[in-house]
């Protein structure tokens, strides 16, 4: 079983930069692609980014595509995403998730709040 811990998270003004890290701990982390997500309050989940086990395949959604970017170290069983330009619309908790198949994700961490004020 494999556990996953975002942090990275904040609050930051439009126009800025954060890095979410998602740290995972037990399991075969290299197994697994992994995916952030993010939930703003009264709406949808909404699906950000995946990378595939090597690092060397990646998705992106098209809200977030040229701004952020998904990357891993496995060495180090953390998979990062790279904010750059964050808008206010980018406000929420941001979750990272491992899955096998890119379509059932079997864990998820607890969510680390981004907030972008204008």
């Known amino acids: 079983q494999v556990q996953l811990v975002e942090s990275g998270g904040g609050l930051v003004q439009a126009g800025a930069s954060l890095r979410l890290s998602c740290a995972a701990s037990?399991?075969?982390?290299?197994?697994?692609?992994v995916g952030w997500f993010r939930q703003a309050p009264g709406k949808e989940r909404e699906f950000v980014a995946v990378?595939?086990?090597?690092?060397?395949?990646?998705y992106y959604g098209d809200s977030v595509k040229g701004r952020f970017t998904i990357s891993r170290d496995n060495a180090k069983n953390t998979v990062y995403l790279q904010m750059n330009s964050l808008k206010p619309d980018d406000t929420a908790v941001y979750y990272c998730?491992?899955?096998?198949?890119?379509?059932?994700?079997?864990?998820w961490g607890q969510g680390t709040q981004v907030t972008v004020s204008s």
């Open positions: 037990r399991g075969p982390f290299n197994d697994y692609a």
């Open positions: 998730a491992a899955t096998r198949d890119y379509a059932t994700y079997d864990y």
């Open positions: 990378v595939n086990w090597s690092g060397g395949l990646t």
